[in-house]
């Protein structure tokens, strides 16, 4: 089966720390994302990535850190330079030349206290 | 002005209906568009997406596109309480390097068996 994978489903952490979420995809896509969910904001992107070992920032970067070292993972670090990092946190992946449709993961709901 | 408007809802029919979901936008450069359904605490799942305007069908579903209106739609026939979810259109612009989707913040359905 074809797909994207996150884990954890649900992640608990103490301010101040630094959490890694995990991504994997086994679709072949070459461009991966990060977005992050809250109520009545809809889909905002941290990052992305087009290509192993390149990734650019998205509309709300700061406080977030993300690698590319294999085509299948882009994990994402959420900082404790993050101000509000409690969110639902999404990965997706398509492909680089089209067609464009990004394909989603189940997602994390990171809550920090 | 933001680039894509979209009724939050939340919009509640009896089972059987036909439900009309809209979205608006802004950026005269978007050339395609797709349409997302969310569970509650779930990952997006692709619906449909097209690159042009008129309509487009899948079993139950509809999507339509008018470029000139800037105003996209997605039609449900004979709904069915399992469509009960958030859908969420997304659009972005072809071309080299275009990888990023705009998204409307969602619009929540109900439909009541």
């Known amino acids: 089966d074809g797909g994207i994978t996150q884990s954890p489903k649900y992640l608990f952490r103490k301010e101040g720390q630094n959490v890694t979420l995990s991504c994997e995809q086994n679709l072949n896509h070459d461009a991966m994302y990060w977005y992050r969910q809250d109520p009545g904001q809809g889909l905002r992107l941290i990052y992305y990535?087009?290509?192993?070992?390149?990734?650019q920032k998205g509309d709300i970067a700061e406080g977030y850190s993300v690698s590319r070292e294999k085509k299948e993972s882009f994990p994402l670090t959420v900082t404790s330079a993050q101000k509000n990092p409690t969110a639902f946190y999404l990965c997706a992946s398509s492909e680089s030349s089209g067609p464009y449709e990004q394909y989603f993961g189940p997602g994390t709901r990171l809550t920090v206290t | 002005q933001k680039e894509v408007e979209q009724d939050p809802g939340p919009l509640s029919v009896p089972e059987g209906a036909i439900v009309s979901l809209n979205c608006t936008y802004s950026?005269?450069?978007?050339?395609?568009f797709m349409w997302y359904r969310q569970y509650s605490r779930k990952g997006p799942e692709l619906l449909m997406y097209?690159?042009?305007?008129g309509n487009k069908e899948d079993g139950r579903f509809t999507a339509q596109v008018d470029k000139s209106s800037k105003y996209i739609s997605l039609f449900i026939r004979d709904s069915q309480p399992s469509d009960s979810a958030t859908y969420l259109c997304?659009?972005?612009?072809?071309?080299?390097?275009?990888?990023?989707?705009?998204f409307g913040k969602g619009t929540k359905l109900s439909v009541i068996p």
């Open positions: 950026n005269s450069a978007f050339q395609y």
């Open positions: 997304a659009m972005g612009v072809l071309g080299a390097g275009s990888y990023q989707l705009t």
């Open positions: 990535s087009q290509i192993v070992n390149d990734f």
């Open positions: 097209t690159y042009s305007s």
